[in-house]
C-alpha cells in the first residue's frame, strides 16, 4: 500500500482522537451523575413507601432495605451477619425480613456509598482506534522510513 501524502490528514485523525478522548470523559461524567441520580431517587422512593404505606411496618424484605439505605443486596446481607441489622423472629416462607427500627439506625449512622467513576471509559472503542491510527502509514512521519530511501 503506497504512503499517504496528505499531512492535513494526519492532523485530522489526531483531531479526531482529541475529541475521541473527550466525547468519552464527558460520558463517564455523565454516567456518574446519572447514577449518583438514581442512587437517590432509589432511597427517597423507599423512604415514600414506607410514608405512604399506611401504618408503619414493623419489617420489610431484604430488597426494599436494600434500597432504604442505598446498598447493594451482599451489603444488607453483612450488616445482618455483622449485627448492624436485626432479622425478625418470623419468616414470611423463604423471605428475610429485617425490622425497619435496625435500618433506620443503620440509615443515620452511615450515608450511602457513591460509586466512583471508571478511570478509564470502555477500552475496546478507543484502543481500535488507536491501533488505526498507528497503523496509517503517513508520509513525514519520523518513525516511518520513506519509500523514497529504499
Known sequence: ????????????????????????????ETTKKITDSIDTLNAQLATLELQAGGPEPSAVSAEK?????????????????SGELQRTEKRHGSRTMITVD??????QQRQPKKRRAL??????ASANLRKSIRTLPLSGDPDEPDDDSK
Open 1 to 28: 500500500m503506497p504512503a499517504l501524502d496528505h499531512p492535513t490528514l494526519a492532523d485530522s485523525l489526531r483531531q479526531l482522537a482529541s475529541e475521541v478522548r473527550q466525547l468519552a470523559e464527558q460520558q463517564r
Open 102 to 107: 435496625s435500618i433506620e439506625r443503620a440509615q
Open 65 to 81: 432495605a436494600k434500597r432504604l439505605l442505598g446498598c447493594g443486596r451482599t451489603k444488607v446481607f453483612d450488616l445482618l451477619k
Open 119 to 124: 478511570k478509564h471509559g470502555p477500552r475496546r
